[in-house]
Nanobody, 115 residues
Framework: QVQLVESGGGLVQAGGSLRLSCVAS????????MNWYRQAPGNERDLVAS???????NIADSVKGRFTISRDNAKNTVYLQMNSLKPEDTAVYYC?????????WGQGTQVTVSS
């Protein structure tokens, strides 16, 4: 099993930036891809960004050009850099690990963007 701990959320004004971090521990060698999801109240959990074991990235259209995903293998950490934040980016952001046995999730970190 993979344990995931997110950090970096908070309150920011529209137009500002935040960087979320997700540290993976445990069976991280079983990870095929790392993902960031977000869930706003009353909404479904949506995929925001992905990075595969080979380093291929994918960004949701809703945040393309503003968000980037990266990783530091030495630190077993995945980052979500969020720029030009908008009030509609307000949500709980979750780190997800896709493994050969299924998905593991972090506890989530709240991002609130004020207008």
């Amino acid at each position: 099993q993979v344990q995931l701990v997110e950090s970096g959320g908070g309150l920011v004004q529209a137009g500002g930036s935040l960087r979320l971090s997700c540290v993976a521990s445990g069976s991280h060698f079983s990870i095929n891809a790392m993902n960031w999801y977000r869930q706003a109240p009353g909404n479904e959990r949506d995929l925001v960004a992905s990075i595969t074991r080979s380093g291929r990235t994918n960004i949701a259209d809703s945040v393309k050009g503003r968000f980037t995903i990266s990783r530091d293998n030495a630190k077993n950490t995945v980052y979500l850099q969020m720029n030009s934040l908008k009030p509609e980016d307000t949500a709980v952001y979750y780190c997800n690990a896709q493994t050969w046995y299924g998905d593991d999730w972090g506890q989530g970190t709240q991002v609130t963007v004020s207008s």
